[in-house]
């Protein structure tokens, strides 16, 4: 806040629109100018001027080039980029873009004193929420300070980048029309025209291959009658073409101009041009002739009619004066503004020349160097004074750049005139206006100078920390209502005593007060956490930091201390070392329960084997001699009883592959897929030959680190469900496909981009299932289809799933009813 004697000094930033207003409400006490009432004189004489002009400016001011400019420049920084960030910040970091370029021009004006002018100079910068290439006409003057040294930069500009942009397109365009001649040319050469043959008397029509595609763009030959080929033409221009053979017929040649509808609906020019011949009797016989395709000349004529409309629009309504001249300097085009500028007409400035505008005393030097740019080829540029239609002269910036062709040729001049009255005269009213305000600004230096040495700020009303002002001996002078809160003590009873008082006994006997004051005066900031006192005599957990107060001549006079109260957050994360030590704990048993689960299903499922054989033996003997001798019910029986032990074998060797995967320890080894797959297929190969399945192998790469007879166990695993779930009346077709990448061309979010993963893919073309199911079929016993249709313990994919989690790895599985299913499978390569 600043006191009512301190803001009657900042009328300067009254007005000034919403730069004046971003100025007087932006917090300046951490920036190196200080806050506005402390600014010199010389500073604020300058901002008043330039917040109240209509014209684009800028300032750069100090040893830091602090950034200031006015509601008028703002236009030219755009929307999403420098603006308002930049105001008080340093050039260097606001226009580090192009920083290289503006540099050298600030140190002349800074260093030498002198003044610069850049025209349709590329500065690209920030904004729009991009970069953007922009063309900029600017003009830097010195701001000379109280000694009568630069002190800042002022700035005026324009943005000019439409104006340069018209001109490079109309270069392009005449560059563009010389190619396309050149082009022309060659096909001319080539004979790329179409020929063609009617006979007047049957009208029948021959023609060659180029005279369909031009005709109707066909690009291979065919027989079309001579009414098929008019067909193309456009119904618009059918009179232009009658009249046309209708002439031809009376003076011998044919020559006209049509457009053509092409097979694919495209419209396109032509130009046909022929003769006729006459039999004995004087009759026309037959016309020879040749059509070309005129459609690209017909499109670069109006590219360059539209170009030159573009330019003369775009200059009339820049406020420059445009013009443009021949290669010999004689001027030919002039835009709007010269004429208003001017007052005179077209007919005028032919007539009387356009130097007659120019002042007597000017025009000497304006033909000199008009003259020697037209000889040299070089820029032509100068500063002269011109009338204006109520008969003032005025400063005019003027500059000519040759336009040339694809080999240096100039073909024309462009050039534009600048009023400068402005700038010109504006250097002299801020030099004025500096000195009479000196005065002023000795008086404010001596004001502030006796309030600067007592002025302190108190953030009184912060809750969450406790800020303190201690001296240089630790003694407490004031504090905040934060303090207050957390240390318990009322302002009157703990000013005037030591901030020891807040740390506990053994702190205090080891002297910890003392040592953070010697380290914030010898490193100028110090931090330490531990428990403090309270006046109740409670703990509470303190994050510290205590800054060190230096004077004028950097000693150190007293020192801040900064306190908030981290209680909770220490309590907190106590807790949650306490409930790693105990989940770590619970870890451990969880382990060895799994260690006692897994050798419990292994023993019980080897346990089972013994009695299971001697049933399926014992039913094996009566097969063979008693089972004639059984009723048609005990036949039936003994067979449900022969599957349902089949069921049972089949369940145990699934709960020992399931228990292998769990206990087996997982040691990777290089290995060869192409081996392992072959070893699958090859073990089921009385399958496949009866369901007479088709098995597709793509991009197998090969050699990664598995456990071979896991990845064995899951490919036979998959490959059976696949021949065990295939549509009836359907060969199996099943496709295998394993390729080596990186997580980021996988397509899958779930995978660590920059690591390298195994994809195996294995798609069928079998009885599929519903999406919803795609998690639940991973479980063990899980079947989405009863034992009496496919036969199976429902424990085959809980066992990939368990292989492919012993490899760090995932696998998901997508289908459709009817159209098949497709796992894909990933882990990481190890090497």
């Known amino acids: 806040m600043h006191s009512k004697s301190t803001n009657s000094f900042l009328q300067f930033l009254a007005g000034g629109g919403e730069m004046g207003k971003l100025i007087r409400e932006k917090d300046w006490s951490k920036n190196k100018l200080g806050t506005p009432d402390t600014w010199p004189q010389s500073l604020r004489t300058t901002l008043s001027i330039i917040l109240n002009s209509k014209f684009p400016m800028f300032l750069f001011w100090g040893p830091e080039l602090i950034c200031f400019y006015n509601d008028a420049y703002l236009p030219s920084l755009g929307n999403d980029g420098k603006h308002p960030a930049m105001l008080g910040g340093r050039a260097e970091i606001h226009w580090k873009e192009i920083w290289k370029d503006i540099k050298p021009l600030l140190n002349q004006v800074l260093e030498k004193g002198e003044s610069t ?67 022309l040319n060659i096909i001319i050469d080539a004979s790329e025209l179409g020929t063609w043959e009617l006979d007047l008397k049957t ?92 459609t690209r000349e017909r499109n670069n004529q109006m590219l360059l009619i539209e170009n030159e409309r573009k330019f003369r629009l775009l200059s009339d309504s820049m406020p420059q004066q445009i013009w443009t001249s021949d290669t010999e300097g004689n001027l030919n085009y002039y835009n709007k503004s010269v004429f208003e500028y001017s007052g005179l007409s077209l007919k005028d400035l032919y007539e009387k020349s356009w130097l007659d505008i120019v002042h007597p005393d000017d025009k000497d030097e304006n033909i000199k160097k008009w003259a020697h740019s037209i000889t040299t080829r070089q820029d032509f540029l100068i500063e002269h004074r011109f009338r204006r239609y109520d008969g003032e002269y005025r400063w005019q ?156 001549i950097d000693e150190v006079i007293g020192f801040s201390k900064v306190t908030h109260d981290l209680t909770a957050k220490k309590d907190a994360d106590d807790k949650l070392k306490l409930n790693a030590i105990e989940l770590k704990q619970k870890n451990l048993e969880l382990e060895e329960m799994n260690k006692e689960l897994q050798s419990f299903a292994y023993i019980s499922s080897h346990d089972l084997q013994e009695p299971l054989r001697k049933i399926q033996t014992f039913s094996n003997q009566i097969i063979e001699k008693e089972f004639d001798n059984l009723s048609e019910n005990g036949k039936d029986r003994f067979k449900r009883m022969q599957n349902a032990a089949q069921r049972m074998q089949t369940l145990i060797n699934d709960l020992l592959a399931y228990s292998r995967t769990n206990t087996q320890d997982v040691v990777l080894t290089k290995t060869d897929l192409n081996i392992i797959i072959k070893d699958v297929i090859e073990d089921l190969q009385e399958e496949i030959q009866e369901k007479k399945a088709t098995i597709e192998i793509e991009q197998v790469e090969s050699d990664v680190f598995i456990v ?65 199911y795609s998690d639940k079929i991973f479980e063990v016993f899980q079947r989405l289809h009863g034992r009496e249709v496919y036969q199976g313990t429902g424990i085959g994919l809980a066992i990939v799933k368990k292989i492919i989690d012993n490899h760090k790895g995932f696998i998901t599985a997508s289908g459709e009813p009817n159209k098949g299913a497709t796992f894909d499978i990933y882990f990481p390569v190890n090497s």
């Open 203 to 294: 009208m029948d029509a021959t023609y060659s291959d180029r005279y369909l595609e031009i005709i109707g763009g066909y690009k291979e030959p065919i027989k079309l009658t001579h009414e098929h080929l008019l067909a193309h033409l456009h119904p618009d221009d059918l009179e232009i073409r009658k009249k046309a053979f209708s002439n031809a017929i009376n003076n011998g040649y044919l020559s006209y101009e049509a457009r053509v509808i092409w097979k694919d609906g495209s419209i396109h020019w032509m130009e046909g041009k022929g003769k006729v011949f006459y039999d004995v009797t004087g009759q026309a016989e037959k016309m020879i002739g040749t059509i070309r395709d005129t």
């Open 708 to 772: 071979p007879f896991q990845i064995h166990q899951l490919l036979f695993n998959l490959l059976s469900n696949s021949l065990k779930f295939s549509l009836e009346n359907f060969p199996p077709i099943i496709k295998i496909k394993c390729n080596i990448n990186k997580g980021e061309k996988l397509n899958n979010a779930a995978l660590d981009k920059e690591t390298k993963y195994c994809h195996i893919r294995f798609s069928d073309n079998g009885i599929g299932f519903d999406q919803q």
């Open 117 to 183: 002018w850049n025209e349709d100079l590329l500065l690209p910068f920030y904004r729009n929420g991009k970069m953007e290439d922009i063309y900029w006409t600017f003009s830097y003057s010195p701001v000379h300070d109280e000694s009568g040294k630069p002190a800042g930069v002022f700035t005026t500009c324009f943005e000019t980048t439409e104006k340069v942009n018209v001109l490079k397109e109309l270069h392009k365009s005449n560059q563009e029309y010389k190619k396309y001649e050149d082009k």
């Open 397 to 552: 910036l003027s500059r000519a750049i040759p336009q040339r062709d694809e080999d240096g040729k100039i073909q024309m001049w462009v050039g534009s005139s600048t009023d400068i009255q402005d700038q010109k005269t504006f250097s002299i009213l801020l030099e004025k206006q500096v000195k009479e305000r000196t005065k002023e600004l000795n008086l404010l230096n001596e004001i502030l100078k006796e309030s600067e040495e007592r002025y302190h700020l108190m953030v009184g009303e912060v809750q969450d920390y406790a800020i303190l002002y201690l001296s240089k001996q630790g003694i407490i002078e004031n504090w905040n209502k934060g303090a207050e809160r957390i240390k318990g003590y009322r302002t009157e009873e703990i000013v005037g005593k030591s901030f020891s008082n807040f740390y506990t006994a053994e702190d205090r006997q080891n002297n910890l007060p003392q040592f953070l004051l010697d380290q914030a005066s010898k490193h100028g900031r110090y931090g330490q956490e531990g428990w403090r006192v309270r006046k109740d005599g409670s703990l509470f957990w303190a994050n510290v930091v205590i800054t060190a107060i230096h004077n004028e």
